[in-house]
């Protein structure tokens, strides 16, 4: 006989499908595939005191699967599956020599670094016909430091003879809404491109789940 918290949740499922229910309903319905439902609960309650994303179970390691899964091999299977899922939705990186969109490179980067923690600058260097020919981490920090110079940028972008480049960094907060400083950077870095020949394609901004394009809002033209 199922416990009814289980039975809850599959009489949820089959009426309004999987996707209502929440991360809680969700670890619980899993662990429940191993376990006995009062312990499955008792492991839950475990994960959601040191963990507040479900995202976090596909960077443990087997040490701290051993908390949650007893046995090596459903330790094994539980890995497996994170895999399986961060396969279906691993986005693909962008390729030297494609030609990309502001929403592709915007989309590609939310998977890449949408989700850190520490602010990064990268740049997407293109040639005539706007395919890649280069991409690199420029720096890392906020974009406010004296680190991040024009000069730096510029000179990566003549060494591989770019003829345009796109900037993109990342708001650790989520928010993907520029601010002063990300708009007077992007003007700024406009003019010293327009000064040597190489011209700022767009300045995106992206966070965990979104990007935002100077060029698509048209600040940038």
């Known amino acids: 006989m199922r416990n009814n918290d289980i039975q809850r949740l599959e009489n949820k499922m089959k009426t ?3 996707e209502v229910l929440n991360d809680h309903e969700i670890l619980l319905y899993i662990l429940n595939q191993w376990y006995p439902v009062e312990i499955a609960q008792l492991k839950a309650q475990l994960f959601w005191r040191q ?3 479900l995202r976090q179970l596909q960077k443990l390691s087997t040490l701290e699967n ?3 899964l007893d046995k090596e091999t459903d330790i094994m299977q539980f890995q497996v599956m994170c895999e ?3 396969r279906i ?5 962008l390729v030297l020599g494609q030609v990309c969109s502001s ?5 590609v980067m939310v998977a890449k670094i949408g989700c ?6 990268y740049g997407v260097f293109l040639d005539t016909k706007n395919q890649i020919i280069h991409q690199a981490e420029l720096f890392k920090g906020t974009l406010n430091q004296a680190t991040v110079h ?4 510029c000179q990566c972008a003549l060494y591989y003879s770019a003829a345009r480049f796109i900037l993109v960094h990342n708001h650790p907060s989520g928010i993907v809404t520029p601010s002063q400083h990300d708009l007077d950077f992007t003007q700024r870095m406009s003019k010293v491109g327009e000064l040597i020949g190489i011209n700022l394609l767009d300045h995106i901004i992206v966070g965990d789940h979104s990007y935002f394009s100077m060029r698509e809002e048209q600040i940038l033209r």
């Open 89 to 93: 939705f691993k986005r693909p990186d």
């Open 103 to 107: 929403k592709k490179i915007g989309e």
């Open 116 to 121: 850190l923690k520490q602010e990064v600058l």
């Open 16 to 18: 309004f499908g999987v």
């Open 150 to 153: 024009p000069r730096e940028i």
């Open 51 to 53: 963990y507040s994303d």
């Open 66 to 68: 051993q908390l949650f």
């Open 84 to 86: 399986f899922v961060r």
